[in-house]
């Protein structure tokens, strides 16, 4: 009986033994992945490579712009007048020179600015209006005519005025300016009452 239970027991041991081996070489031999593919994979297909068109412009090139003096904006100044010794001085070497070729001489009022006279009253003869004009430098008093003759202008209109006496005198005034080292003349017309400022 007992060699027989014995028996009975190995044999069970050696059955599931065999089942265990069998399971264990069933899982080891289970399918595995399939292999991956002999050639590898490094990249897109040449079809679907496009060439690189920007909208704007490319964002990795620099703008060079060229290189070159600035545009200059037009530089302007006013030129001034040689003072009045200056301007006396060439009015007497006029004057010689007219007195030498026995030419009329030239008129004094002709040293002065137009900016340097003040109207001090009008008259009429027989050639029509004339105006009586004090130099401020001087003081010195002149009678001047359509078409006398100032440094930098002359006498366009001589108007009286009945209603209260004063006299309107219109003159053109000549000035220079100097643009980009060029000489410019620049006229305006100043009218000038008596007793009063001058007025443009």
């Known amino acids: 009986m007992k060699s027989k239970l014995l028996g009975v027991i190995i044999f069970s041991t050696v059955v599931w033994g065999t089942a265990v ?62 003072t009045l010794d200056a301007r006396r001085a060439e009015f007497r070497q006029k004057a010689q020179q007219a007195v030498a070729s026995d030419r009329a001489e030239p008129d004094p009022v002709s040293q002065y600015l137009v900016s340097e006279v003040d109207i001090t009253g009008v008259f009429r003869d027989d050639r029509g209006f004339g105006a009586f004009v004090r130099a401020q430098p001087t003081g010195t008093m ?35 300016v100097e643009v980009n080292g060029k000489q410019a003349p620049q006229d305006r017309v100043v009218v000038k009452v008596s007793g009063t400022s001058s007025r443009h």
């Open 21 to 82: 081996n069998a399971a264990a070489q069933d899982s080891t031999s289970s399918p595995q992945p399939a292999n991956k593919p002999s050639k590898e994979v490094v990249g897109p297909d040449a079809e679907s490579i496009r060439p690189y068109r920007p909208t704007n412009r490319d964002p990795f090139k620099r703008t060079i712009r060229p290189k070159g003096p600035k545009p200059k904006t037009p530089s302007s100044r006013v030129l001034g007048f040689p």
């Open 142 to 176: 002149f009678f001047v005519r359509n078409g006398s003759r100032l440094y930098n202008g002359e006498v366009l209109r001589i108007m009286a005025d009945e209603g209260d006496g004063s006299a309107r005198v219109q003159f053109r005034e000549v000035s220079y």
